[in-house]
T-cell receptor
């Protein structure tokens, strides 16, 4: 079974631009979560989507948004990029069914110059 | 709130040494507990999990037991290999209204020398 895939793997943007990252979950998994990983803050939860609805949201500004499509694929968007948005963005999928395991993709490395 | 505290390292061991990485948690409710591992340039891989008190998770020689009385989930391996060099994250999740977000510790970088 194919794992979680994320595209692109690497991105370089400049301040003020916007960016869209994509995540395809494991087949049969209907929940997708996004996490930001930085050296200073570690791993932080951004949001979770299930059935095309945002189910939970972390403590990030409104510049960070996401959506989920009917095939469970998800995208996250960051508008008006700041230098501090440079991070590894990880996507994780699960069935869901309660007490599920989240399986992670390889991440998208975003660099903001 | 929910939080995880773990040893941060970095830690360097020789091959075949014993490994312990301490992890304690604070949670409202009854969390599931996880250890994830991250190899250089990669995402997170599930190493093991436990969903209730006294559960023991094990995988690839690694073990951890869910200790409710001490709110701990320490990771152990009897004999580490060079290939175990990675960053190890302890995490918890609690179902809330159909959502489950992971709360992570800061991670511990392990280097194993031959």
């Amino acid at each position: 079974k194919a794992g979680v895939t994320q595209t692109p793997r690497y991105l370089i943007k400049t301040r003020g631009q916007q960016v869209t990252l994509s995540c395809s979950p494991i087949s049969g998994h209907r929940s997708v979560s996004w996490y930001q990983q930085t050296p200073g803050q570690g791993l932080q939860f951004l949001f979770e989507y299930f059935s095309e609805t945002q189910r939970n949201k972390g403590n990030f500004p409104g510049r960070f948004s996401g959506r989920q499509f009917s095939n469970s694929r998800s995208e996250m968007n960051v508008s008006t990029l700041e230098l501090g948005d440079s991070a590894l963005y990880l996507c994780a999928s699960r069935r869901p069914g309660g007490r599920d395991t989240q399986y992670f993709g390889p991440g998208t490395r975003l660099t903001v110059l | 709130g929910n939080s995880v505290t773990q040893m941060e390292g970095p830690v360097t061991l020789s091959e075949e040494a014993f490994l312990t990485i301490n992890c304690t948690y604070t949670a409202t409710g009854y969390p599931s507990l996880f250890w994830y591992v991250q190899y250089p340039g990669e995402g997170l891989q599930l190493l093991l999990k436990a969903t209730k008190a006294d559960d023991k998770g094990s995988n690839k020689g690694f073990e951890a037991t869910y200790r409710k009385e001490t709110t701990s989930f320490h990771l152990e391996k009897g004999s580490v290999q060079v290939s175990d060099s990675a960053v190890y994250f302890c995490a918890l999740s609690i179902p809330q209204g159909g959502s489950e977000k992971l709360v992570f510790g800061k991670g511990m970088k392990l280097t194993v020398n031959p």
